[in-house]
C-alpha cells in the first residue's frame, strides 16, 4: 500500500449501467400476451365472452359489462333468469370450489342497467339497401333482428300474437320471467329502429307476397304446438295441450284447472303447467315416465314444484283415457328402468303387465311441441339448400332467399339456442349478401368460439376480443395459489308461503356487493387483467407497462424467457413460444 | 398484484444473473421498496457479480463491495460515516448470500447486530456457495444434493435456524420472506426501515441452476416452501413478539421436495422423516407465536392426510 498521507486511497468504480448488454440473445422460448378462449364462453350457445363480462363488472364497470353481453346477446334480462346456463356446468372454477353463478350476474347487470336507463349509442354498421322480414318475435326472431340491425339491414318483424316474445311471453309463466324484464328488452331492440308487426300473422300466401316485396325472409315462428300423447280415448278435450294452458293463463285467463289436475311430461313445460295449477289453486301432479333425475326440466324447478305442492309419479307412461262419472279416468302402465340410453339415462321398458288407474279431473300434455304449419319446416337437403348448425338457408329462383331458424331448426329448442340461431342467420344473410354464398362457411369457422358451434359477433364485426387464440383454457392451466376458496353468492328466494300462492317473481335480485365480490371469483380463464404479476417477478425488469393493456409488453432486448411471467400469470394470458413466433 | 413500492427500478436490465434467478427478483423488488436513498453494501456472493462487474454496474443507487466476512462490519462503517455527516435520510442495507451469513459472514454480523448498529441486513439464502458451484453451506436443507455433498453423500444435517440466532440477539426487528410472496415482502421491508437499530431480513429465493429447477418454476417452487411450512412466513420484534404471516393453502413437504433434481434421489422414508422434521418445526414456531397446541395438532394431522392422498388442499 503507498497510500500518501491525506491522498485517497484507489477505489475502482463505476459509472456505465448493464443496459448495453442485450441479454435477450440468451433466450430460446418467448414470452407472449396472448387472450384465450375461457369454457364458458365456448359453452354459452350465444357465444357471451363472459370472463370479459365478469372482468369489466368486477373493476366496477357494470356499463361496459352489460353492452359486453349485448353484444352476442340482445336478452340478458331473459337468459339471467330462464337460460340453463351451460356456462357454469364447464366453469374452471368447479374444480376449485363452485363455478361462478353466471345467470345471477347476467341478471344483475341486466337490471342495472334497467334501473338506471341506460341507453348507448351502438356502432352499427352503415346502413344496407336489403330489408328483411322476420317471421315470428321469438328469442330466434327478436335475435336476428338485433343483430341484423347492427350489420346495417332494416327489418320489420310480423308476429302473429297481439304482443312480441314468443315462448318467453306466453309459454313461460311470470314467477320465472317477469313482463316488464321482457318488455324492456323488446323496446331496447324496437329503439334500433326494428318494427314491430303484431296481431299480423303470416298465412302461406302471404309468405309469398313477403318473398317478393322483401330481400330476404326469416322464418322463425318456433314451435308453439303442443304434440298429443297419442293415447287411445285422447281428444283436444280430454287431454288438453300444456302449452296453450301456459298461453291462456299469461293472457290473463283463468283456464279450468279446479280439482286434481295431471300434467303427462318432464320438461320446463310440464313444471311450469303444474306450478301454475297450484297457483290457481288447483292441485297437480307431473307424470313422467322416466325418473326424477331423468327429467329434463331444471332440478331447481323442480324443487320449488315439490316444495310448493305438486307432486311428482315416476316410472308411469299413460296408455288410455276415458270419461268416468264427469270425471276422467287414466290407464297408466309402470315403466322399469333396463340399462341405459345413449345420453346417459336409464332405458326404459314396461314393467311387466302393472297398470295403475287414476281418476282426475283434468289431464295436460307437456312432452313436446311442434311447428303449427307444416310449411315452417326447413327443407330437406338438396340443390340451393344450405344447412348450418343453427339454420338453414334456402336459395330458389322466383322468391327471396328464405332462412329458417329457432326452434324449426334447432336440436336444442331453448332460449340461448334461439338466440345462436338468429345470430347465425344474420351472419349468413349478411355474408351471402356482401360477399356472396362460397364465403358463408368459411367466414363462419373464422368467427367460432371455442370448440363451436358458438359464434362471436365481435369476431364477426373484427372487434378487438375476436383476435382471441382459439385455445380454450382447461383447469390445470389456471394459478389457483392466486385464488382462495370463497362461497358462490345464492341467489335469494321468495319463501315457499309467499310463493306459491301468487305469480310474483320468485328469484329476487343480488346486492352490487354480492355481485362485485361474484364477479371477483371469476379466474377470467385466457384474460390479462393486468394484475402485474409479470411485471412484478421478472428478474429482468423486462416487461414495459404503461398504463393500459395495449402497451403492456415485454422488452425481448433484455428478456432471457425464463418463463416465471407465463407461470405466475394466474388466468393463462401468457405462453411461452418458440423464438420464430 | 399492485406493489405499494416505488415504481422506478433501481436495477438495470441486462445484467448477467441466470434466467429465473431468484436472488435478482429479491433485490429488485426489495429495492422497489426502499425507494432511492438507500445504500448496499455487497459482500462476495452471486449479487457481488451479478450487479458489479466492472466497469458496469446494475443499481441505479451506490453500492460497496465488501469482503465476504466483512458486510456487516463495512456496513457498520459506513452508517458511522454517514452519521458523521449527518445524513440521516439513507438508509444502509448489507446484502448478503447465505454463504455470507450463516457461514463466512457470521461472526461480523453477530458482532454488529449486538451492538444493534443502525442497518438492514438482509440475507437472501439459495441454500448454497452457488456462484462458485454449488458447494454447501450450513443453510443447506437435510436431504439436498451438492457437489461437495454428492450422490448417497447427501446433507443429512439440519439447516441452521439463522432467524433464531438472530432473535436470540434480541435486535428490533427479524423477519422472514419469500419471492413468491412480495406484497409481504414490501411490508416487511418498509416496516423495517422505519425501526431503528439492527433489522434481520431473511428472504427465501429460488436458484434455477443450484436447485435443479426449470428456471420457469422458480418463483412457483420458492411458493412451495411456505405452503409446506418449510420455509415459514413471520416476524419476530425485540427478540419475543412473534407473528406468523402466512396460513393460507398447505401443502405436504414432498410437493416441494419433488420438483427439484438437488432432491431426487429421496425416497418415501426420507420424505416421511422430513416432514416429521418440518412439523416439529412448524409447531415450535406456531408455540413461540402463542398458538394453542392443539392447532399445531390440525396443522400437522391435516399435512399427513395430504401425504397419504398425495393431494394439495
Redesign the interface.
Known amino acids: 500500500m503507498n497510500v500518501a498521507m491525506g491522498q485517497k486511497p484507489f477505489v475502482?468504480i463505476?459509472?456505465?449501467?448493464?443496459?448495453?448488454?442485450?441479454?435477450g440473445s440468451?433466450?430460446f422460448l418467448k414470452p407472449l400476451y396472448q387472450d384465450k378462449q375461457s369454457p364458458c364462453s365456448a359453452g354459452c350457445p350465444a357465444g357471451e365472452d363472459i370472463g370479459m363480462i365478469e372482468m369489466l363488472a368486477r373493476q366496477g364497470l357494470f356499463k361496459e359489462a352489460w353492452e359486453t353481453i349485448l353484444r352476442e346477446n340482445p336478452l340478458p334480462g331473459v337468459c339471467g333468469r330462464v337460460c340453463f346456463h351451460p356456462c357454469e356446468s364447464v366453469c374452471n372454477r368447479k374444480d376449485f370450489d363452485s363455478p361462478i353463478a353466471v345467470h345471477a350476474l347476467e341478471r344483475f347487470l341486466a337490471d342495472a342497467a334497467v334501473g338506471a336507463a341506460l341507453t348507448t349509442k351502438w356502432e352499427r354498421l352503415p346502413q344496407k339497401n336489403q330489408r328483411i322480414a322476420v317471421i315470428g318475435a321469438g328469442p330466434a326472431g327478436l335475435s336476428m333482428a338485433w343483430f341484423l340491425s347492427m350489420l346495417g339491414y332494416p327489418c320489420d318483424i310480423f308476429e302473429a300474437l297481439p304482443e312480441a316474445g314468443g315462448i318467453l311471453r306466453w309459454g313461460i309463466p311470470e314467477y320465472r320471467l317477469p313482463l316488464a324484464v321482457l318488455q324492456s328488452e323488446i323496446a331496447r331492440i324496437e329503439q334500433l329502429g326494428v318494427r314491430m308487426r303484431t296481431n299480423n300473422a303470416v298465412v302461406s300466401e302471404t309468405f309469398d307476397e313477403l318473398r317478393r316485396s322483401y330481400s330476404a325472409v326469416f322464418l322463425g315462428c318456433g314451435h308453439a304446438h303442443g304434440a298429443p300423447l297419442g293415447i287411445a280415448g285422447e281428444t283436444p278435450e280430454s287431454v288438453k295441450d300444456g302449452l296453450d294452458f301456459l298461453r291462456r293463463a299469461r293472457q290473463g285467463e283463468r283456464p279450468l284447472c279446479d280439482g286434481f289436475s295431471v300434467v303427462i311430461g318432464g320438461g320446463n313445460t310440464a313444471v311450469d303447467v303444474a306450478r301454475t295449477i297450484t297457483r290457481f289453486g288447483g292441485n297437480a301432479a307431473i307424470l313422467y315416465r322416466r325418473r326424477r333425475e331423468d327429467m329434463p326440466a331444471f332440478g331447481d324447478e323442480i324443487a320449488m314444484a315439490l316444495e310448493e305442492g305438486v307432486e311428482l309419479e315416476e316410472l308411469v307412461a299413460p296408455s288410455a283415457i276415458e270419461y268416468h262419472n264427469g270425471r276422467l279416468r287414466l290407464l297408466l302402465r309402470k315403466m322399469k328402468i333396463k340399462g341405459q340410453d345413449k345420453d346417459g339415462r336409464g332405458r326404459i321398458v314396461f314393467d311387466g303387465k302393472k297398470t295403475v288407474k287414476k281418476v282426475i279431473d283434468h289431464v295436460f300434455a307437456a312432452t313436446g311441441a311442434t311447428a303449427a304449419e307444416p310449411w315452417y319446416s326447413p327443407p330437406l337437403a338438396q340443390r340451393g339448400v344450405m344447412g348450418f348448425s343453427h339454420c338453414v338457408l334456402l336459395l330458389e329462383a322466383g322468391g327471396a332467399p328464405v332462412i329458417y331458424g329457432g326452434d324449426l331448426t334447432n336440436e336444442a329448442k331453448n332460449v340461448a339456442q334461439a338466440i345462436a340461431s338468429g345470430k347465425q342467420a344474420a351472419m349468413v344473410l349478411d355474408t351471402y349478401f356482401e360477399r356472396g354464398i362460397d364465403e358463408i362457411k368459411s367466414r363462419l369457422e373464422a368467427c367460432v368460439v371455442g370448440d363451436g358451434p358458438a359464434l362471436s359477433m365481435e369476431a364477426y364485426l373484427g372487434g378487438p376480443r375476436g383476435g382471441r387464440s382459439s385455445h380454450l383454457v382447461q383447469y390445470g392451466e389456471i394459478n389457483t395459489?392466486y385464488f382462495?376458496n370463497e362461497t358462490r353468492v345464492t341467489q335469494p328466494r321468495l319463501a315457499v308461503e309467499d310463493r306459491s300462492c301468487s305469480f310474483n317473481e320468485i328469484e329476487l335480485p343480488i346486492t352490487a356487493e354480492s355481485a362485485l365480490r361474484e364477479a371477483g371469483r371469476c379466474f377470467n380463464c385466457g384474460l390479462c387483467d393486468e394484475?402485474?404479476?409479470c411485471y412484478?417477478?421478472?428478474?429482468?425488469?423486462?416487461v414495459i407497462r404503461s398504463g393500459n393493456m395495449e402497451n403492456r409488453h415485454i422488452?425481448y432486448?433484455?428478456c432471457?424467457?425464463?418463463?416465471?411471467c407465463?407461470?405466475?400469470c394466474p388466468r393463462y394470458a401468457l405462453i411461452?413460444g418458440g423464438e420464430g413466433l | 398484484?399492485?406493489?405499494d413500492a416505488d415504481e422506478r427500478?433501481f436495477?438495470?436490465?441486462?445484467?448477467?444473473?441466470c434466467?429465473?434467478?431468484?436472488a435478482?427478483?429479491a433485490l429488485?423488488?426489495f429495492t422497489k421498496a426502499m425507494g432511492e436513498n438507500t445504500i448496499l453494501v455487497i459482500p462476495a456472493s452471486c449479487t457481488g457479480v451479478i450487479v458489479?462487474v466492472?466497469?458496469?454496474?446494475?443499481m441505479?443507487i451506490p453500492v460497496v463491495h465488501a469482503p465476504m466476512p466483512a458486510g456487516a462490519s463495512v456496513a457498520s462503517g459506513l452508517r458511522a460515516a454517514l452519521d458523521m455527516r449527518g445524513d440521516t435520510d439513507t438508509t444502509v442495507v448489507a446484502w448478503a448470500g447465505d454463504g455470507g451469513t450463516f457461514d463466512i459472514g457470521f461472526q461480523a454480523l453477530s458482532g454488529a447486530v449486538e451492538r444493534n448498529e443502525d442497518f438492514i441486513y438482509v440475507c437472501y439464502d439459495n441454500e448454497a456457495y452457488m456462484n462458485t458451484g454449488i458447494q454447501r453451506s450450513s443453510s443447506t436443507p437435510y436431504g439436498a444434493w451438492t457437489t461437495t455433498t454428492p450422490g448417497q453423500d447427501w446433507k443429512r444435517l439440519r439447516k441452521k435456524n439463522i432467524v433464531e440466532a438472530l432473535v436470540a440477539h434480541r435486535i428490533p426487528y427479524v423477519a422472514t420472506a419469500n419471492?413468491?410472496f412480495?406484497e409481504d415482502l414490501v411490508r416487511k421491508v418498509k416496516k423495517a426501515k422505519s425501526i431503528k437499530g439492527s433489522k434481520f431480513l431473511h428472504i427465501f429465493a429460488s436458484c434455477?441452476p443450484g436447485w435443479r429447477i426449470?428456471?420457469?418454476?422458480?418463483?412457483?417452487t420458492a411458493?412451495m416452501a411456505v405452503q409446506a411450512n418449510i420455509f415459514p412466513l413471520y416476524e419476530v420484534e425485540d427478540g419475543v413478539r412473534y407473528t406468523i404471516n402466512y396460513k393460507?393453502?398447505q401443502r405436504p413437504v414432498q410437493d416441494y421436495f419433488e420438483v427439484q433434481g438437488r432432491f431426487s434421489h429421496l425416497t418415501a422414508e426420507d420424505f416421511e422423516q422430513i416432514q416429521k422434521m418440518v412439523e416439529e418445526d412448524w409447531g415450535l414456531l406456531q408455540r413461540k407465536a402463542g398458538y394453542q397446541a392443539a392447532d399445531a395438532c390440525i396443522q400437522s394431522s391435516s399435512a399427513q392426510r395430504a401425504i397419504k392422498t398425495n393431494k394439495v388442499f
Open positions: 475502482a463505476t459509472y456505465e449501467t448493464t443496459e448495453s448488454n442485450k441479454t440468451w433466450r395459489d382462495q394484475c402485474d404479476n412484478v417477478f421478472c428478474p429482468d425488469a423486462a422488452n432486448d433484455y432471457k424467457g425464463c418463463g416465471v407465463a407461470v405466475e411461452m | 398484484m399492485r406493489l427500478e436495477m438495470c436490465s441486462g445484467h448477467a444473473a434466467p429465473g434467478c431468484g435478482v427478483i429488485r423488488i458489479g466492472y466497469p458496469q454496474s446494475v441505479r419471492i413468491a412480495p434455477p426449470p428456471s420457469e418454476i422458480s418463483v412457483k411458493r393460507g393453502k
